[in-house]
């Protein structure tokens, strides 16, 4: 019993993974072809011609987040030091320490004080996991 029902769960398996071959209709053969001349008209709400757009529309404006809006900078001065993760600058001052994001690596280096001009992001994910993120603009020795 074993036997037949290893014998049918394979062939049902093998049946499984086969393809059929397409199916082509018969051509019929040509003297029984029928040809139709008759054109239907559109109805006569239907405008015959369609017009085409000459260039694409433009693409959508994306909203610009609220902190963009702010036309004025911060600045704070502080000491630079490296962080926990590979390739993070901070900034320390007296009361905040700040992840510096896109300070002149040739100025912001660690031992340095520093002036940075820029906007804090305190919303900003990093994988840094230290201080507050602050976009810089302007990087200076001081």
Sequence with gaps: MRG???VLLCLVLASCGQVP??????SAPPSSVVTSTAVASPPSS?????PVPT????????????RALDP????????????????CTLLSTPGEQYLL???DPAIAVAGAVVEVSGRPDPGAMTTCQQGTPFHVVRTSRV
Excluded: D, I, K, N
Aim: hydrophobic share 35%.
């Design 101 to 103: 994001l896109g300070a």
């Design 46 to 50: 239907v405008p015959s011609v369609v």
């Design 72 to 87: 004025s900078l911060t600045t704070v001065r502080g000491t630079v030091s490296g962080g926990v993760e590979s390739g």
């Design 4 to 6: 037949l029902a290893a």
């Design 21 to 26: 071959p397409p199916q082509v209709p018969a």
């Design 55 to 66: 260039s694409a529309p433009p693409p959508p404006t994306l909203p610009t987040p609220s």
